[in-house]
């Protein structure tokens, strides 16, 4: 069984910044590609950032800039650092992470629970 944790978030002023991390744990054989999802209210889930297992990055334009992803393999951990938030950042952010347990014969997308981030004008 996997599991994704999240931590960070929370509320803050325009213009400030957060972080958010992301540590997965289980039977965990393989981690591929991980990133960051938001869902705001009445909208639908849409992806912010991901991060290959070699460390190549994409990102949202909304974002570009402003947030940066990065992992660190040994800890299956992977973090967003969110600057120069605005208002429109506002959203649940969820971890996202496609993973090879031990046990199965091919990768599967595991998510964390989420995590609020409120963005104040």
């Known amino acids: 069984q996997v599991q994704l944790v999240e931590s960070g978030g929370g509320l803050v002023q325009a213009g400030g910044s957060l972080g958010l991390s992301c540590a997965a744990s289980?039977?965990?054989?393989?981690?591929?590609?991980m990133g960051w999802y938001r869902q705001a209210p009445g909208k639908q889930r849409e992806l912010v950032a991901a991060?290959?297992?070699?460390?190549?990055?994409n990102y949202a334009d909304s974002v570009k800039g402003r947030f940066t992803i990065s992992r660190d393999n040994a800890k299956k951990t992977v973090y967003l650092q969110m600057n120069s938030l605005k208002p429109e950042d506002t959203a649940v952010y969820y971890c996202?992470?496609?993973?090879?347990?031990?046990?199965?014969?091919?990768?599967?997308?595991?998510w964390g629970q989420g995590t609020q981030v409120t963005v104040s004008s």
């Open positions: 996202n992470a496609n993973i090879l347990t031990i046990v199965a014969r091919y990768p599967t997308e595991h």
């Open positions: 289980g039977n965990i054989f393989r981690i591929n590609n």
């Open positions: 991060i290959t297992s070699g460390g190549s990055t």
